[in-house]
C-alpha cells in the first residue's frame, strides 16, 4: 500500500460514549446547517476556515466552473455565518489547477497554495495565489522546474511572508522520486529559500506551521527512512529551514501523516492513517516538543476509513474529521471524532447519505461547535459538490 503516502488520510477504531464535564461546558451552538455549492460536475471543498466576520472561506477544486476546459480549476467559496453563499471565485488556466491550503491573512484576504500546470516552469509547479477580501487576486507566483511541483499547505509567517510545504521532483535527493519541499517567500510571494528533506525513495510534505521559537514544523510521509513500507515523517527545522531534527514513527505496515499543529504544553498533534490487519484507520499522535511519541491511537472499523484533519480543541482534547466506509449511511460517511485529551474518544458522528461523501477540514468555531468541508455525492447538483456542514460542540446538527 505505498500509494498512501499520497493519500490525505485519518479515523475512529474505538467509539466511547459522550462524556461532559460540566465544568467546561460550552453554551449550545444552535447554529447548525448543512449546505453544499457547485455546478454538474465534480467540486471538491479542501480546506475551511472561519473568518473574521463570522463566515467561512472554502478551497477546492472545481470541474464545473472556470476556464479549465475539463480540467479542474482552483475553488474559493465565501459564506456568511449561515453558510450562505456571498461570492465564489476560480482560478486556473486551459490546464490543471488545483487548490489545497486556505487561510487568512494579517490584511483581511486570503493566501491559496496548490498547484498548476497552466502556468510555470514544468509539469506541474507550485502555485501560491493572494487575493483581497472580496476573493480578487492581487498576485500568484510559481515554483519548481521542468518536474512536477505541488503544494499542500500554506501559513502565513510572523514576518509577514508565507511558508508553503508539499513535494517535488525537479530538487532533491530522490532521482525523479517525491522530496519534501519547503518555500519560504516574502510578503509578495517573492521565494527567499527552499529547502527539500527526503532519501532515495518517496517523501512528502502535506503540512506545514510556524513553531513558538520561530521555526518550522513539517509533516507528511517517507518511504526512504523508517519501519515500514511508509511511515509518518516530521522534521523540525530552524527559521532559516535548516533542519534539527527528523522523527518517523509507525510500525512495520504503512503508516502516513496528514496534518500537524503545535500544542498547548509545546508538542505536536499528528493525524494520518495507519494499516493493520489489512484495514486502514485514523491514527492520532501526541508528541513532546521534541518529536518523541507520548503516546498514540487508531480509530477505524474493518473498512477503509480516513483521517484528514486534526486540531486541538477549547477543552485541550481534539477534533479530527474525515471519512469512514465501516459506519454511516452509505459507501462513504464524512467522520467526526472528538477525543479528551488523552486521544481517547468521546463521540463520533457522521454525516452523508447512500453515496460517497468525505471530509477533508475541520475547525472549532467561536462558539464552541465545529466547521466541516469536504464533498458529497449524496446531494447537491452533480457528480461531486462541495459540501460544508456546522455542527454544535457535540457534533450535531439539529433539523
Known amino acids: 500500500m505505498k500509494n498512501l503516502l499520497l493519500v490525505l488520510l485519518t479515523i475512529p477504531l474505538i467509539f466511547g460514549s459522550c462524556k461532559k464535564d460540566d465544568d467546561n461546558v460550552v453554551p449550545s451552538s444552535s447554529n447548525t446547517w448543512t449546505k453544499t455549492f457547485g455546478g454538474t460536475e465534480g467540486d471538491f471543498g479542501l480546506e475551511v476556515q472561519q473568518t473574521n466576520d463570522g463566515g467561512y472561506i472554502i478551497v ?50 486570503y493566501i491559496i497554495t496548490g498547484n498548476t500546470s497552466s502556468f510555470g516552469n514544468g509539469g506541474r509547479d507550485v502555485w501560491l495565489i493572494k487575493t483581497d477580501g472580496s476573493g480578487v487576486e492581487q498576485w500568484n507566483k510559481t515554483f519548481g522546474e521542468i518536474r512536477s511541483d505541488v503544494g499542500l499547505e500554506v501559513q502565513q509567517t510572523n514576518d509577514g511572508g508565507y511558508i508553503i510545504t508539499g513535494f517535488t521532483k525537479s530538487f532533491g535527493n530522490g532521482n525523479g522520486l517525491e522530496d519534501v519541499y519547503l518555500i ?30 520561530g521555526g518550522y514544523i513539517i509533516l507528511g510521509g517517507t518511504n526512504s527512512f523508517g519501519n515500514g513500507e511508509t511511515d509518518v515523517y516530521l522534521i523540525k527545522t530552524d527559521g532559516s529551514g535548516n533542519e534539527q531534527w527528523n522523527k518517523t514513527l509507525g510500525g512495520t505496515e504503512s503508516e502516513s501523516g496528514r496534518l500537524v499543529q503545535q500544542t498547548n504544553d509545546g508538542g505536536y498533534i499528528i493525524t494520518g492513517t495507519t494499516e493493520y490487519g489489512g484495514g486502514i484507520g485514523v491514527y492520532l499522535i501526541k508528541t513532546d516538543g521534541s518529536g518523541n511519541e507520548q503516546w498514540n491511537k487508531r480509530f477505524g472499523g474493518t473498512e477503509f476509513d480516513e483521517g484528514k484533519s486534526v486540531q486541538q480543541t477549547n477543552d485541550g482534547g481534539y477534533i479530527i474529521t474525515g471519512s469512514t466506509e465501516s459506519f454511516g449511511n452509505g459507501y462513504n460517511d464524512v467522520y467526526l471524532i472528538k477525543t479528551d485529551e488523552n486521544g481517547d474518544s468521546l463521540w463520533t458522528k457522521t454525516f452523508g447519505g447512500t453515496e460517497g461523501d468525505g471530509g477533508y477540514s475541520v475547525q472549532q468555531t467561536t462558539d464552541g461547535g465545529y466547521i466541516i468541508t469536504g464533498h458529497t455525492n449524496s446531494f447537491g447538483n452533480g457528480q461531486s459538490d462541495v459540501y460544508l456542514i456546522k455542527t454544535d460542540e457535540n457534533g450535531n446538527v439539529n433539523p
Open 60 to 109: 477546492g477544486n472545481t470541474f464545473s466552473f472556470g476556464n479549465g476546459n475539463g480540467y479542474n480549476d482552483v475553488y474559493l467559496i465565501k459564506t456568511d455565518g449561515s453558510g450562505n453563499e456571498q461570492w465564489n471565485k476560480t482560478f486556473g488556466g486551459t490546464g490543471e489547477d488545483r487548490g489545497y491550503s486556505v487561510q487568512l491573512t494579517n490584511d483581511g484576504g
Open 184 to 213: 519560504k517567500t516574502d510578503g509578495s510571494g517573492n521565494e527567499q529559500w527552499y529547502k527539500t528533506f527526503g532519501g532515495t525513495g518517496n517523501d512528502i510534505g502535506r503540512s506545514v506551521q510556524q513553531t513558538n521559537d
